[in-house]
């Protein structure tokens, strides 16, 4: 066993001179790998699942495996695993994978004749374009919320049986259920799908924000596969700063302002698959859009739920007054043109000490959104030497933490940088 998985055998040969025929090698090295049986530490990992499922409903997953074992499970999007050409985890491949030969063999047959370099033409490249081939495309890819379970640790019973339910959100497509298992040296997992379809599929397609005062037609595709033809009612309903109408079959645009539903029917036989056109309007006012759309017919019903926030045109921008009061009254600017009705947040701030002009520099300097060493180094130094100051200008941004804290977490994140040598790496897992 302390063999396993992998072990190598290595000879040397030297022969004499006077040994020598013409052609024949007078020295010569190999090492070849010896695999070790690992299969009896293979743990089993069966997974029982449905074959199919409808949205909204609970999804019961059960993993019979190695009695005591821990056990984890992973239900996912298998859009979502596509995207990064995400295998199941194999823990036992991983931890009994062939190992490398990490003895160096030395001898002075260089020395006595040592190899004539060869110039050779570099490798062609073109390998990476193959690589992205396996990942899923992102171009039109609908919003739509991410199905992502975790089990956490789960431990087996005495039969080796663990259970876990989730309830299925509002998805349609297939999930990929991943089970990993391992107990001391012993490791498997398994892998399962499950498509999640309704009777009545339903794929609106939104964009990723509004913007003010638009008109966007969303498309709703709707797919009957209740076993019958039927007339199908598609309905959608909003709430936020827009209204909604319809686009009927001749193109003509139906919407009333203020209207927050709207709905018409469509002929859809079974098997078979139609779009129908909704339109929003929005207002002069930020937000976010909460739309459900919702299809019934033939007994049978579904929805879908998306938010989509409604952005201002203008990009954000920031100003900064500061001033001296001589008197018991102070008269606050009136906010410029250039700001949009609704989005403008206002901070004040008043203190003694001149360095209250600093205060918006601290907020900016806390919440800097990167972390190379450098920059975490440049947001430390100044909450060690001005901390105090910091507190007494713009108590609001130790709320959550003391300066001595984030000071302590800076230098954490720094020490997790160094590398063996004992420099540091300019970003986390750098080299």
């Known amino acids: ?72 499970v992973a239900v996912v999007d298998e859009g979502i695993l596509q995207l990064i050409d995400q295998k199941t985890a194999d823990p036992f491949t991983f931890f009994y994978r062939k190992l490398a030969l990490e003895v160096s063999s030395y001898d002075t047959f260089s020395l006595l004749l040592p190899d004539i370099s060869i110039g050779l033409s570099p490798e062609g490249g073109g390998f990476a374009a193959r690589k992205e081939m396996q990942f899923l495309r992102t171009q039109g890819i609908r919003r739509v919320k991410p199905v ?7 431990e087996a019973d005495s039969e080796g049986n663990v259970s876990y339910k989730i309830d299925m959100p509002q998805f349609q497509g297939a999930v990929r259920i991943m089970a990993v298992a391992t107990r001391g040296e012993e490791f498997g997992s398994g892998e399962k799908f499950t498509r999640v379809k309704s009777p009545i599929v339903l794929l609106p397609t939104v964009p990723r924000f509004f913007s003010l005062n638009e008109s966007v037609i969303i498309p709703v595709s709707v797919r009957n596969d209740t076993k019958k033809d039927g007339a199908i009612t598609v309905g959608m309903k909003i709430e936020g700063p827009a209204s909604v109408g319809i686009i009927d079959g ?44 919702t299809a019934s017919g033939n007994d049978e019903s579904t929805s879908s739920n998306l938010d989509v926030p409604v952005l201002p045109d203008l990009p954000a921008k920031r100003e900064e007054n500061i001033g001296r009061i001589d008197s018991h009254k102070f008269e606050i600017p009136v906010a410029s043109d250039d700001y949009r009705p609704g989005t403008i947040r206002r901070d004040l701030y008043v203190s003694k000490l001149p360095l209250i002009q600093f205060s918006g520099k601290f907020d900016y300097l806390l919440q800097y959104p990167f972390g190379c060493l450098e920059q975490i180094t440049s947001r430390v130094f100044p909450l060690i030497y001005l901390s105090d100051i910091a507190r007494e200008i713009d108590p609001s941004l130790f709320e959550k933490g003391d300066p001595a804290v984030l000071v302590q977490d800076g230098i954490r994140q720094i020490a997790s940088m160094q590398m063996d040598g004992g420099g540091f790496s300019l970003w986390p897992g750098g080299a």
């Open 250 to 293: 001749a193109g003509k645009k139906g919407i009333s302002e203020g209207s927050k539903e709207a709905q018409l029917n469509a002929d859809i036989p079974n098997g078979s698959e139609r779009t129908v056109y909704f339109v929003i309007d929005t207002e002069d006012a930020t937000g976010a859009v909460a739309m459900e759309v």
């Open 1 to 72: 066993d302390k063999y396993r998985p992998n072990a190598y055998v290595t000879a040397t040969l030297v022969r004499g001179v006077n040994e020598l025929e013409p052609g024949s090698a007078g020295r010569a090295f190999g090492a070849v790998p010896i695999n070790v049986d690992r299969t009896a530490n293979k743990a089993p990992v069966e997974i029982t699942a449905p074959e199919e499922i409808r949205p909204l409903t609970p999804l019961e997953v059960g993993v019979k495996t190695l009695p005591g074992a821990t056990v984890t």
């Open 148 to 154: 992502a379970f975790w089990s956490g640790p789960l």
